[in-house]
Structure formats: structure tokens, C-alpha cells
């Protein structure tokens, strides 16, 4: 036997001749160079069959039909095995694990495709022969089974187990990997049929269903999870193959459900959430609270493995040029179906019947994906913050096209952009009609920007819609822990009479929101995924910071440096707007959902991360106070509770709870610094400003956080200095037609005071009302439904009050610290007679009889603290009462002497009372002094006083009816008024108040005779008093 023949027998493990069944070896062979083989004898069998014949000087070359017949064979065991020694140059141990006689066809085959791989006496041409020649009959034997004998019954009556799927599988992953080969195997299998349709699909078919029904119901704790896997990974290596894979993906009909019912939807539903197949959530029942920790740290290792699988499986698709396009269209279709759970309506009508959506884990597997694929623009990521000294932004970045988004549309098939909808969100700032349309013809654009706003739109589907939930699903836990505490102290009537026990059904309520609560909490805190979102929030912040950094649409497509925003730019506006019309405000709602998701429930992560906060700090400075820039004043206000969260902290504040103190240095070092107290004393008014506006109610909440970080602000000296020059700037130009930033900043400020202390108080009278009524006879005859419902509506005003009085504190502090140092622009005529009266009037509720109207059992329950009240706001009148800054001091005493409605002898001597038995004895000296200034004021006031009974009509103002000073014409109404009540009026209205006409201060016409004829009656007056 020569070479070749030795290499075909320890391929195929046969021989054909009787010679070769001999075993004899040529005499002159060392023996050190043989190997003893066992082989199948077929060469009876072929003499048989006529298939070859004694004189047959190349019986090899009939090894097509010769490999036939030996897989046909009907029975193996009575074809005799034989041994036979053989010359070899195989460089592994070719024995084990296949038999010469083996069954199984497409094992056997796949034997000797092993084999053949580590022949080195064959030449390439003559093993590529013997390869097609091996895949032919395995192509064969999968597209017509029927051919074959059925010794594989076993197997293919069991259409759970595809023999092909379970050679892989057996091979790949098992005991013994074969790894490359295997790869290899199907590979070659895949070239074999690369023009044969019919054979892909007799490759892929019964494979993809396996691994349907296989995935259909895997859960996250199944042990070989990872090797399912990577099985599909071993197929979709060849593109023809994934090719066939993914058009099965690939829909008619697009909804969510189709979606996740394909293969890589089963697979990206893997998770310890609910699924479509299995709405139950069986992790955290019944853990102790010591095993909430741990179950959580392994499911964030499982998620983060799954997330790190699929991302493999997507780069596959994403990198062959077949699939590429298709698969980016998929991704596409995919996230569109979800459109809606960015809706309001979407997400209540889920937490009408349970806060865990059955997409939930499917789309928070495609973030985590998504994300991977984004790290190497947005990354890289870094798993171990603690040790990061500097953060740098990726320059990829920079190859974003801005224009994406506007080239998004609904028709996929006209449009080379794969993300479906962009174009129909709202966007930062909306065109106007005569802009200059930019961005010319639709181009291809790069997969960096497919990837990117891909991931957003993920983000916003998946995170956002999950964490919305997942916070209402807090407070709802709280609220049911507080009904629980509530009904303990209740009186309940005996078990017979009262049915089932209330507190074991609130408890079981509580019980199944917190598994629920869990559940979500794990999916939303694994740690990598924190990771990744927080690096790319912080590269997106860094992208739209560089956009309108650049001086035009052209060098923000084509830049190649990322461009610093600097203070000029801040100051004098010079910020390129173009990008931001096709930048949509689901980037901004992303970075803030994510980072006010950090604040409340994971800080460590922000404490960690502090070295690359600085884009975050300037996208929020740059944005936050240019409607210019973003014109949705809700987003630009909640950039606040953002730097509330980075503003430093006590460890000891309860808001701290999470890990994180603070960052001072992006207060105190960065470089837009100056710009900080500008851009919120902005924002805190352009939330009320007609055009801008956003609900009564919720200003407030945006507000809060606000006050938080102006108080900070005011601490430092710096930023003290920047607030003060407001004021200085307001002051100079006080009467100009546009009312001053900070002028119309103060004026909220004290519609605000005024209209949550009012509420405060009213809700804290209702209370009192309240706990009157519960200890009545009439409370004891309501019956259990009616007390339900008079307890609910009680709890409720509870509420209410305690949000108002938090609010309404924070407001009169923040006059109370405002004034210590800006004084006179509070005395100015337009402001002064407000602050006056409102102060009064606070006053004389409680220190005047009004007081016990608010007496409840527990202020500390409500955050009701009217010592504290009365404090700042007695320090407010001794801060604009007692200075002589430009003799401005009368002024304000004056205005609280001449307040009709509040004001009286008594009113201040009763505050200063209260102050010294309360023990503020300092600043009840302070306040007692004051209380002399007034009076004495008062006294003086009194004697150049003229009776408004003398005073004609023409000269009253008509709102206040008082003498006007500087009366103007409002020229829609034709109605005079004095410039002071107008002014007054437009800092909060920008429309006349007798039409509703829109008006503004450069509107109104100067009364010059009737100012005339005012100052000549005053001057008579004053010279007939004199004379009396």
C-alpha cells in the first residue's frame, strides 16, 4: 500500500481490497512509523456489489459511491473488523472517540472530517477533494434522511434533538471540545452550499427550530445556559448559514410579540424576569433579607454573562456583509415595535395590573447589548472607577452624524437609516421657517451613528420605561408600609364580625410589591450595566457639548478634536443651535432619568465616577439656562435635582442614604464655574414664564431642589459674589421694558412664599379640623367603609400639607439668606409694598389669634414648624428694615406701617414676645428694635398723609387705589395705572390685566400731564398742611 492509501484508511476507517484487509505492511517499513488501526472490512461487501474488482488498479477513486455504501449498511456488527497497521503522519491521537464501526451516520462523517484535518502527507487540493466528498454525504444524509438506514431512530424520532445541533453540541461543548474543528466542520458544510438553497436549509432548519424550543422556556439559571449560547454562534460563523438564520428572524408582521417569539428574541428574553411563556416571577419569595444581596449579586453576574454572549452573537451579524444590512433592519424594526412604552398611558395601564412588563427583561437585555456594541465610541468602559485618575471622551465620538435623526423615517425602504421614528420625536429646539436648511442629500450614514441612537432609543424603551415603573412601585411599597402602621393603632372590631383580617391583606399586598421590587431593583442594578450606562450618558453629554461648541453645522460634522465650550460663549450666547433641530430630547431624558435613578438608589456609582463628571456639569450649566438650547423648560428644570445630587453633602443628610457626598469640585474648579448661579436663577424662572410654562403644581417640585443648591451656592463666596452681581445688574436696570432676570427671580420668589405658606396653613386648619372630628361621637358611628374612606381623604391632606410646608420653608429661608446681603432691590418701589404685606400677613397668622387654627397633635408629622417660620421671617424684616443702605430701610418700614390688611400697633410687639419666651432672645432684641423703627415711621407717615376721600379718582390707581406716583397709558385698554402696579403685575404676567392683551413694560405710554397735575395737587397739600 502506498502513502495515500494509508491516509484513506485512517480517514475513513474502511478498507476495500482484500489486500488492504490483510494488514500486512511492506517489510522494509519501520516499524516505529506504524500504527495499528481498527478498520471496517468492506471489500467482500463492493466485490458483492460489482462496485470494484480484483484487477481494479484504483479502487480509491470510486470512494464517493464506496463512502455510500458503507453509511447504507444494514447491520455493522456482521461486517467484520479488522486490524491493520498503518503508516501515519497525523499529529494528534486519531483513535479516540470514534469507532470504525460506528452507527451513527453523521458522527462517523464527522470522524473522518476530524481525521482528514490532521493528515500531513496529503496535499490541499487532494483533502479539499476528500472534504467535499465527506460533506456531500452529510448534506445529503440531512436533506433526504429516508435514503438511510434508520439506525439513528432514536434520534429522529425526537424532533427535540436534531442530530446535526447534537453532534455540535456533543463535540463543541463537551468533555473532549474539538472547538476549531468543529467550527471548521461547519464552515465547509456551509461553503459545500453556499448556491444550494434546499441544502442551507436542510442545515438550518431543523437546527433553528431546536433552538426555539430549547429557548422558548430557558431561564437564567439553567447551568449550560452559556453553551446554548455559544452553540448558536458555531452556525452564525458562516455567513451563508446566518444568513438562513436570520431570515427566519425576520417578520411580515411587526409587534412585539412576533419579535420576541424569533430565535434571538427567545434569547434575549432570557432573564429572571417575566416572559411572555411564563408570567411568573419565582426569584426573591420568601429570602430573608440577608439573601436579597446575594441573590442580587448573582443574577447581576448571570445578566451581565447573557448580555456578554449576546453581544457576541450580534457582532457576528453585524460584521458579515450579509447579514450586516439585514440585521441592522431587524434591530430597527425591532426597538419600533416599543414605541409606545415611552407613552404615559402605556406605563399606567401596566401598573394597573403588575409594575413587571413581560418585555421588560427582553428590552433590558437589548440595552445591555446595545451598549456593549457602543463601547468602542462611548467607551472604553471602566469596570474599577475607584483607580481611575482621568476620563477621556472617545474621538469616534465625533464621527456621530448629527443629521441621523432628520433622515429617520417611518418608510424604512426609501431610507438607509435603520433606527425607525427618530424623525418624529421632539427635538431640543424646533426650526424655524426662514433657518437655513442644512445636511443636503441623504447619505449612507456610518454604523457608529446607527449604534448610537440605537442605544438611546433602547435606553428609553428599556431603563427608562422600567424605571419609571420601578420608582412608583417604591412609592407604593412605602405608602402600603405607612397604611400597615396606621391600622396597627386602630381599634378592629373582632375577626367574626370584621371578616377578613385588614392588616394580613396589606401585608400580603406589601409582600408582593416587594418581590416585585426586587425583581426589578436586580434587573436595574447590575453592576456592569451601571457602568456602561454611566460612560456612555457621560459621551453623549460630551457629544452635545461639542456640537454647539462649533462655530458651524460644517465643522460639527467634520471636526476632528472635540471643541470646549468656554465662559464668552456662556456670556455673550455665541453657541452654534443648528445640530440641536435634529437632536431629540430623548438624549437629555436619558442622561437625567439615569442619573436621578443613581441619586436615589445607587450613589456609590456616582462616588466612584466623580473624575469623569465634568461633561455631565457642563452640558447641565450650558443647557440648563438657554431656552435657546432646549426649549422644554420640564428638562432644563430637572437638570436641578441633578446638581442637588452633585452639590456636596453631610453624611449624616438622609437624602445621602445612597454613598455619594457630593463632588465640590465641579463647583468650585470647573471651568464654566461663573455660569453655575446664572443658569439656575434662569431656569427657576423660565419655568413660569408665559410660552415656557409648565403646571402650577409642579414648579414647585422642580423648585425644590433649586433652593437646595441656591442656599449652597450662597455658602461660597465666589458664587455669593455672582448672585450679588445680579442683583446689582437688576437694580440698574430695574425700569427697563424687560424686566431684569433676577428682578422677575425675586418676584417668584415671593408669589411662591406667599402662595405655600397660604396653603400650608389652610391644610394645617383642616387637620385640626380633622383630629377634632375622630374624637367626636359622630366619627365613632361611621361604619368601617365610611371611616376607610374619611381616613384615606384625612392621610391625603396630610400629605398635602406636609409637601406645602417643606416647600414653603425652604422658600421664606431662601428670602431669609437672599436678604442678608441683597437688600435695596427688595425696597425698590415695584417690590417693596409686596414683601411688606406678605410678611404681614404671615405674621399675623402666627403670632395674631389665627394661630390655634393650626395646632395639631403632631406638627413634626407634617413638617409643620411655625418657631422656625416666624424666625426667618422676622429675620427677613430685620435684614430690609435695619440697614441704611441708601436710607432704603424707611421705605420698607414705611410699606409695612401702610399695609391696611395685616398690619396693626400690636402685630410686631406680639412677634417680638413670642421670640424672647421661646429663647431667641438675640434676635428678639434685634426684632424689638425694629418694631420701634416701624412705629416711629408710622407716626411720621401719618402727619403727610392725605385722606383718599380728598384724593381725586383721576389720580387713584385703579388696582390698588392708591395715589399714583408715575402714571402710564396701557394702550390696549386705554386704562391708566401707575408704573409701579403694572411693573409689579408684568413680572409674573406678561399681559394686560384688564383685556389679557399681551403687554410689556416698553409698551406702556407715559401720563406726562397727569403726572403734572398729581405732582401740583401733592405740592398744594403739603404747602396747606404747613400753613395749618
Known sequence: MDDTTHSLIDIFRFVITKQEASGSADPSTDKNQLTRVQCLDLSSLLLDKKIIDETDGKPWDKLQQILFERLVLDDYNSQRLVSIDIKTKSSVNIDAPFSANDSQILRYLYGCFFRLQFQNNINQEFKKSLTDTILNQVTLYLMEPDVFPDRDKRYKNNQQAPLLLNLVNHYYTGPDPHGDVIQKFINSLGDLNSDNDAGLEAIVGPTYNRFLQKFVSMAIEEPTLQEWLLLVRVFLQHPNIAQKFLEKNVLKRDNTISYQSTLLGFMLTVSHLPRPTNLETTFFKNIGNDGHKFAENQLGIKLRMVAQELQKTFKILLKQPQTRNLFLSWIGRCLHTFR???????????????????????????????????????????????????????????????????????????????????????????????????????????????????????????????????????????????????AQNQVRPPASISGPDPLEMIKKQADAAMTQFYNLKAALMVPSLITMQLHFCIATAAYLNHLVACESFEEAINAKEFKTITPDMLRTDKLNRVCLRYMPEMLIENILDFFIFLKNFNGSALAQATNMLEPLMTLIITFMGKSSLMQNPHLRARFAEILECLMPHSSSDPYRGTGFLGCPELFETHPLVEQIAPALVNVFVSIEMTGEGVQFEQKFSYRRPMYLVLEYLWERPFHRQMLTQLAEEAEKNIDSARPPLFLRFVNLLMNDAIFLLDEALGYMNQLRESEHRKKSPEWQSLNPQQRAQAESQYAHIGRLARFHNVLSMSTIGTLSWLTTEIKTIFCHPTLVDRIANMLNYFLEHLVGPKKKKFNVSDKNEYEFRPKEILEKICQIYINLGMSDTNNKCREFCSAVSSDGRSYSENLLPQATDILFRTGKCSLGTEFEKLSQLVRDVAQQNQLDEIATEDIPDTFLDPIMSTLMSDPVLLPSSKIIVDRSTIARHLLSDQTDPFNRSPLSMEDVIPEVDLKKQIDTFLMERRRARREK
Not at 437589548?366 to 467607551?379: D, K, R
Not at 472604553?380 to 441621523?404: A, C, E, G, V
Not at 418608510?411 to 431640543?428: K, M, Q, Y
Not at 428599556?462 to 402602621?485: A, C, N, W
Request: glycine share 4%; net charge negative; with cysteine.
Open 340 to 486: 409606545d412604552r415611552k407613552k404615559l398611558w402605556s406605563n399606567q395601564i401596566l401598573m394597573s395590573t403588575t409594575p413587571i412588563s413581560v418585555n421588560d427583561g427582553f428590552l433590558l437585555n437589548f440595552l445591555n447589548v446595545m451598549l456593549l456594541l457602543s463601547e468602542p465610541f462611548a467607551g472604553p468602559y471602566n469596570f474599577d472607577f475607584i483607580n481611575q485618575s482621568s476620563h477621556t471622551i472617545d474621538k469616534k465620538m465625533l464621527k456621530i452624524d448629527p443629521r441621523y435623526c432628520k433622515w429617520s423615517k417611518m418608510d424604512h425602504e426609501s431610507s438607509p437609516v435603520h433606527i425607525l421614528g427618530l424623525a418624529d420625536e421632539t427635538f431640543l429646539i424646533k426650526a424655524n421657517e426662514d433657518d437655513h436648511e442644512t445636511g443636503g442629500e441623504v447619505v449612507q450614514p456610518n454604523f457608529i451613528s446607527e449604534c448610537f441612537f440605537g442605544t438611546h432609543q433602547a435606553f428609553t424603551y428599556g431603563f427608562r420605561s422600567v424605571y419609571e415603573r420601578f420608582f412608583k412601585l417604591y412609592q407604593t411599597i412605602t405608602d402600603l408600609q405607612q397604611t400597615y402602621l396606621s
